[in-house]
């Protein structure tokens, strides 16, 4: 596809379980962020891939939350023992570094949003 | 470190102009501008880097005082097609200029 996906769009569980969430960005984009839109509120910056390099793991808010990314396609969000506090939109965005080291415009997937019971 | 934006929400009439400001307590690389409309994903309207520039095309356009540690987005003989919120998004002079913070956003409403 054209744009970046992400799956699934939503998703349903229980306090406790493990969820993933999948981000297909637009191929050719070596950059890849995750963020966390809770209803109503903003962005929350959670995790940053550029190429090769070592990503930017600072707004992960617990050690129930990680990120991997396969070279520069695919990437994958992991909450574990999920709580109703995670409950939110997961926006993935990907792009292209623009000028010197600031990454371009940024294209946004439609998220998956996440329901905890 | 996340941006503050003012106002947080305003209602216009269309054709009136709109201001919306971005103030960082870091020094700022470069401000990223995004408008999202409800139920939908951000999109991209414009970039700024550092340097004081003005960017814009139409009736929308920004600019960016590197010495405040701030930018304004300019939307002028607003439309209703610009209701929706608008974030700024800031990279920071040291570190990961790549990493972009957003604000909690601006919600502007315009009315016929």
């Known amino acids: 596809g054209a744009g970046v996906s992400q799956s699934p769009s939503n998703k349903v569980t229980e306090k406790g379980k493990d969820v993933e969430l999948r981000c297909d960005p637009i191929?050719?984009?070596?950059?890849l962020y995750w963020y966390r839109q809770r209803l109503g509120q903003g962005l929350e910056f959670l995790i940053y891939?550029?190429?090769?390099?070592?990503?930017?793991k600072s707004g992960l808010p617990s050690d129930r939350f990680s990120a991997e990314r396969t070279g520069e396609s695919v990437s994958t969000l992991t909450i574990q023992r999920t709580q109703q506090e995670d409950s939110a939109v997961y926006l993935c965005?990907?792009?292209?570094?623009?000028?010197?080291?600031?990454?371009?415009?940024?294209?946004f997937g439609e998220g998956s949003r996440l329901t905890v019971l | 470190q996340q941006p503050v934006q003012s106002p947080q929400a305003v209602i216009l009439r269309e054709g009136e102009d709109a201001v919306i400001n971005c103030s960082s307590s870091?020094?700022?690389?470069?401000v990223h501008w995004y408008r999202q409309k409800h139920g939908e994903a951000p999109v991209f309207l414009m970039i700024?880097?550092?340097?004081?520039e003005q960017k814009g095309h139409e009736k929308i356009s920004a600019s960016f005082n590197e010495k405040k540690q701030q930018s304004s987005l300019y939307l002028t003989a607003s439309q209703l097609s610009y209701s929706g919120t608008y974030f700024c998004?800031?990279?920071?002079?040291?570190?990961?200029?790549?990493?972009?913070?957003f604000g909690q956003g601006t919600t502007l409403q315009v009315k016929p």
């Open positions: 965005a990907s792009g292209r570094p623009w000028l010197a080291g600031v990454t371009g415009e940024l294209f």
């Open positions: 191929s050719g984009h070596t950059a």
């Open positions: 891939f550029q190429g090769n390099s070592a990503p930017d």
């Open positions: 870091k020094a700022l690389y470069s």
């Open positions: 700024l880097l550092k340097g004081g």
């Open positions: 998004g800031t990279a920071f002079d040291s570190g990961n200029t790549g990493k972009l913070i």
